[in-house]
């Protein structure tokens, strides 16, 4: 397997920085030219002895030496190189490629050793166990493991029958020297069988042990001739070669190699009869025909009968015996990749490509040691407990769904009561990443699987990352982290998964996922991850998470703070490395913290970029608590008792504001931390209607403050400017406050910031006194009367107002808020209040009325009577006027109605509502006018038979008022004059007046013999004026 590609994959895998206790404005930075520095980060040891481990783990040294480590001082800022003693077999390590620490101890492993065995080439690992002074006492594992003995016995069975040349059967004889030769000193043994349809062993296993001289074994060799007998002799070497009588070893690797020139000819014996016997003896089979012959398909199918499957791996052809030399490189290649992988027993890799140290982390057992590539990339890890030797714990053994899972990329120790088990990473488990939880049993013997979790999306390798987090710090684990940082959406790339942990029965179930900013689909979130200790004050475990290749590989860093429950999806901190002035490159793709390193008392974190890292400070939080108090804490009566006055401008009371600062944050910086605090008071914020106010500001005031670990207070006067309408409600103090963190010079400049459940909105209340006897429940007694100040009828056109006398009294305790509600027809209008009379010296009553909507039918109006307070035994009469439309409707009668109350929440009685009628009638002013156009007199003679004469007369009716009412005219005039008929009319014609809005209805009445002639005409709606001519 080509390992490079591997491990380039291992290490590549809002505002910038907006939230909460990371300082990013004065980072530690250290940057080293040393290929991969960065790659591997671990905090170690304490602020005075310690400092940061980084691994560089492509940088190349002496001869077949990769990878180096160094200390970086944050003091003095300066990487050193730690000198490690490497054995002369740690070839190519690739050293710094994983770290871990504890206590005093470090663990430093180099996973790609390179194991030359024979011509195979195995990956193993080295770790250097080191103590406080950075010294080596121990070495994992002590010495490699020998290179494994595999045998393979080889038996070469030739055709030598009359079809081929004697030059050519010499061409062959060379051929098979070279094969052996190449096989030399690595434990591989040859046969040679040649057939016809004759058979001739011209050497056997146990021959060429004693003389293995290729040319000498094949000088003696003579070419039989005859007929083709393949399946025969198939047969007579599985049965009398590959015996231990002749040689053969049971433990080595069978292979056969048969070279014919053709099919076989005469052969009693069929493939069929002799390849099922090889295949049980595990015989493994390679066939190489010679020869135009294998153009025809009979003859490839009897090449492909003979060979092991699949064919196309053993199977060779060439055109003539000249051409053999050409597949000696490709035949040797084979049978080593045989000899790799293949025993009597076995059919995959070990222990050869293990890879001890791929994940390291030092455990309360003693150190672990992931070993990804064993049992063919199965995979486990090593526990280097105190027994000497170590235990490997996986699950090939009984899984075999394992293979190529890379159990051991990543593993981390959980503990409970004392007790350590292993979450260990599987990322490759079926394409899609498995994670398992091992135990050991009660006798303290067998490592067993107690829990397992497999991952959701094909590529997203899950497991890859593990962080296993003591969220309250007892000691005990609460919840394991887990990695999947190739998950993809089209929004995020990378997940998290939040697993706690259920005891007793140590089972793993996720409960939430974290993922890192949207629009980051390439951000590989979870590449790496950390405890990094409490830096938000709060007594819970926080950690970071790594995303090396969000913006265009820039790379981000972001903190999640924890809870009892686990970590919120929200992250409260995303840290870019764009942020930061060195041009830093998947910035993330190592972190490490939790551990003090600066002299501060704060925990910090190291962060690895492309050949950087930085040491970035958490800050001091600070808790501020806020009080507000007033003096008086109620406001008298005497500063609200207006008695008339609008403008008041008494001192209602005086508040007092303290803030305490304390801090959240264990830290060794002591009282030396100062802050300002900017806050701003408000006075019934959300009020249109100030009832409050400051001296000078109006009911807003800001004030700065400099304060450090301490408590002060400030005061400030509220007064009353006008006389309040609402008593009954508290005036609301409401206080708005932000910190700055001063930088603290002992820190490197470091700010402190103010914790983020900190209540940045304070308010304070502030009553005003009630008068209500010893049970503070103010209980009033409103009574209210009103009559229409003697008016016995309304007449509509002719009353343009409508006065009503109103008497209200309080006969309980002190009323607030006391009004009386009229409601009347929407025909009338509130015009104006007067006070006529009260029993105290100072009462003022003011009325409004609600807007109305032409389509309402009732109005009301609200009249606010000595607000804020009616005092107990108080009584006022007033006159409320309204406006009486001259088109009113009110029917015959019209009602209204008062009810009185107030905000003291009392129940309704019968004295608080009144209801008074008055009967309405409607005033009509209607002028009728003769008009000069009419006729004045007419002469006429009895004796003028048959003539005519036309009389008309005009008249004008006026209506004088606004009103629409419905009129009716009557004209009478005489038919006959002293017995003799003058008026000889069948109809009357009323004269059309376009001009008018009133119809005109006219009706001739029966005509009647010395009667007046009748003619009624009406006007149904009659507004202004209009001619009526008479007949």
């Excluded at 690595?186 to 021959?207: E, P, V, W």
Aim: proline share 6%.
């Amino acid at each position: 397997m080509d390992l490079l590609p591997l491990l380039i994959y291992l290490f590549t895998v809002l505002a910038p920085s907006h939230g909460f206790s990371v300082d990013v404005e004065v980072p530690i930075t250290f940057q080293e030219a040393a290929a991969g520095f960065g790659q591997s980060v671990v905090q170690f040891g304490s602020a005075r002895a310690g400092g940061l481990i980084v691994g560089a783990p492509l940088q190349t040294g002496d001869v077949n030496e990769t990878g180096k480590v160094y200390k970086c001082d944050p003091g003095s800022r300066r990487c050193q190189e730690i000198p490690i003693q490497r054995p002369p077999d740690a070839v190519n390590m690739s050293l710094g490629l994983s770290l871990a620490a504890r206590d005093s101890k470090l663990l430093v492993c180099g996973p790609t050793v390179h194991q030359a065995c024979g011509e195979n080439m195995y990956v193993k690992g080295y770790c250097f166990l080191l103590d406080q002074s950075l010294q080596q006492p121990q070495r994992i594992p002590n010495t490699l493991a020998e290179c494994p003995r595999r045998f393979t016995d080889i038996v070469l069975l030739i055709d030598g029958s009359g079809s081929i040349e004697a030059e050519d059967f010499e061409k062959m004889k060379t051929f098979l020297s070279e094969i052996m030769k190449r096989f030399r000193s690595i434990n591989t043994q040859f046969a040679l069988m040649q057939y016809s349809h004759r058979f001739r062993d011209h050497f056997d296993f146990s021959q060429y042990r004693r003389s293995s001289n290729p040319n000498r074994l094949l000088r003696s060799v003579w070419q039989l001739t005859g007929a083709t007998h393949t399946a025969s002799a198939i047969q007579k070497v599985v049965r009398e070669l590959f015996t231990s009588e002749r040689g053969a070893r049971d433990e080595a690797t069978k292979i056969l190699i048969v070279i014919t020139d053709g099919e076989k000819t005469g052969d009693p014996l069929s493939y069929s009869d002799v390849i099922p016997e090889a295949q049980r003896a595990g015989i493994i089979r390679y066939a190489i025909g010679v020869g135009n012959a294998f153009f025809k398909p009979a003859a490839q199918e009897e090449l492909q009968e003979i060979a092991s499957k699949p064919s196309n791996e053993h199977v060779f052809r060439v055109d003539n015996f000249d051409a053999l030399q050409s597949i000696q490189s490709q035949l040797q290649e084979k049978i080593f990749a045989i000899e790799g992988t293949q025993s009597q027993n076995s059919s995959s890799f070990q222990l050869e490509m293990s890879q001890e140290g791929f994940s390291s982390l030092l455990s309360p057992d003693g150190p672990v040691l992931g070993a990804v590539g064993a049992y063919a990339w199965s995979g486990g890890i090593y526990l280097y407990g105190s027994g000497g030797k170590p235990s490997f714990i996986n699950v090939s053994r009984t899984s075999t769904d394992m293979n190529d899972a890379y159990l051991g990329y990543s593993s981390q120790v959980i503990t409970a009561n004392g007790q350590s088990s292993y979450v260990v990473g599987a990322p490759r488990y079926q394409h899609t990443g498995k994670v398992i939880l091992f135990s050991q049993d009660t006798k303290g013997r067998e490592w067993t699987p107690r829990s397992e979790l497999s991952g959701e999306q094909i590529g997203s390798y899950f497991g890859g990352t593990l962080c296993a987090v003591d969220l309250d710090r007892d000691g005990n684990t609460d919840l394991v982290l887990i990695g999947a940082p190739m998950y993809y959406t089209r929004l995020n790339g990378g997940r998290v998964y939040n697993c706690p942990i259920k005891w007793p029965r140590m089972t793993l179930i996720c409960t939430e996922t974290l993922q890192g900013e949207t629009e980051q689909a390439l951000g590989r979130f979870g590449a790496s991850m950390s405890e990094i200790g409490d830096i938000s004050g709060d007594g819970q475990t926080d950690v970071a998470i790594g995303a090396p290749m969000e913006n265009n590989n820039r790379g981000a860093l972001y903190i999640f703070h924890g809870g009892k429950g686990g970590f919120s999806p929200q992250y409260r901190q995303r840290i870019e490395g764009s942020l930061f002035p060195s041009r830093l490159h998947y910035f993330g793709q190592a972190v490490s913290g939790g551990t003090d390193l600066t002299g501060d008392g704060l925990p910090d974190i190291a962060v690895g970029a492309q050949g950087q890292i930085l040491l970035l400070k958490s800050r001091p939080v600070l808790r501020v608590r806020v009080s507000i108090s007033f003096q008086p804490s109620t406001i008298p009566t005497s500063a609200f008792n207006c008695q008339g006055q609008e403008q008041l401008n008494t001192e209602a009371s005086r508040a007092e504001v303290c803030f305490t600062v304390t801090k959240s944050t264990m830290d060794s910086l002591g009282n030396g931390i100062s802050s300002n605090i900017q806050y701003s008071l408000s006075l019934d914020p959300g009020r249109t209607k100030i009832r409050a106010a400051f001296d000078s500001t109006g009911p807003i005031l800001s004030r700065e403050l400099q304060l450090g670990i301490e408590k002060k207070c400030e005061k400030h006067q509220i007064k009353l400017p006008l006389c309040p309408e609402d008593t009954l409600t508290p005036i609301t103090l409401r206080l708005n406050y932000t910190l700055t963190g001063e930088p603290i010079a002992a820190a490197g400049r470091l700010r402190p910031i103010l914790s983020e459940d900190s209540a940045l909105v304070s308010v304070g209340s502030l009553p005003f006194e009630k008068d209500c006897g010893s049970d503070k429940v103010c209980t009033d007694e409103l009574q209210i009367s009103f009559n229409f100040s003697g008016l016995s009828t309304l007449v509509v056109g002719v009353t343009p107002e409508l006065n009503t006398t109103v008497s209200i009294r309080n006969r309980g305790e002190n009323s607030y808020s006391t009004t009386v509600q009229f409601f009347y027809p929407a025909a009338l209008s509130y015009r104006r209040v007067l006070l006529l009379q009260s029993n105290r010296r100072a009462v003022a009553v003011k009325c409004s009325s609600a807007v109305g909507s032409k389509e309402q039918t009732q109005r009301n109006s609200t009249c606010h009577v000595n607000h804020p307070i009616f005092w107990s035994g108080a009584e006022a009469i007033f006159i409320a006027t309204f406006d009486v439309s001259s088109e009113a409707d009110l029917g015959d009668r019209l009602q209204i109605m008062a009810n009185a109350s107030s905000d003291n929440g009392g129940p309704i009685t019968e004295h608080m509502i009144h209801r008074v009628e008055l009967p309405v009638k409607y005033g009509i002013f209607i002028i009728l006018t003769s008009l000069e156009e009419s006729t004045k007199y007419v002469n006429f003679s009895s004796k003028e038979a048959g003539t005519s004469v036309p009389v008309t007369h005009r008249y004008e009716v006026k209506n004088l008022r606004q009103r629409s009412v419905p009129i009716s005219v009557t004209f009478q005039f005489p038919v006959e004059l002293s017995g003799v008929r003058v008026w000889d009319a069948s109809e009357v014609v009323p004269s059309k007046v376009p001009a008018s809005p009133c119809p005109c209805v006219c009706e001739m009445g029966p005509v009647m013999p010395s009667l007046p002639y009748s003619a009624p005409c009406w006007d149904k709606l009659l507004r202004e004026k209009g001619p009526f001519p008479s007949p």
